[in-house]
């Protein structure tokens, strides 16, 4: 879930934690805004190709002036041996205020 320690700056991550090793990651955290009716991208894409264990990835942008519902949608791709795991996946949201 996103969250805010300032009035101007909003934070989500990803965290992926793998039971066995991994051979290829790829972990994306893309903040998001609720904003005329529709989720729509916000902030700049991180991605991690680590194979930890354990993998965050944080994205964070300028918070809008006013009140918005942000989330942050996550996409981990892990290979396995052979097969790819591959999930999409959003935190739940949360209205933050921005200052001007």
């Not at 934070?11 to 729509?40: E, H, P, Y």
Request: aromatic fraction near 12%.
């Amino acid at each position: 879930m996103p969250w805010s320690a300032s009035g101007t700056k909003v934070t989500g991550f990803v965290r992926v934690k793998c039971s066995d090793s991994l051979d290829n990651a790829n972990t994306g955290a893309q903040l998001q805004i609720f904003r005329d009716g529709d989720w729509r991208n916000f902030g700049a894409s991180v991605r991690s190709y680590s194979t930890a264990k354990v993998i965050q990835v944080n994205d964070s942008a300028t918070k809008r002036a006013s009140s918005w519902y942000y989330r942050t949608r996550g996409e981990h791709a892990g290979q396995h041996g052979n097969p790819w795991v591959l999930d999409t996946y959003y935190s739940s949201s949360r209205s933050l205020t921005g200052v001007s």
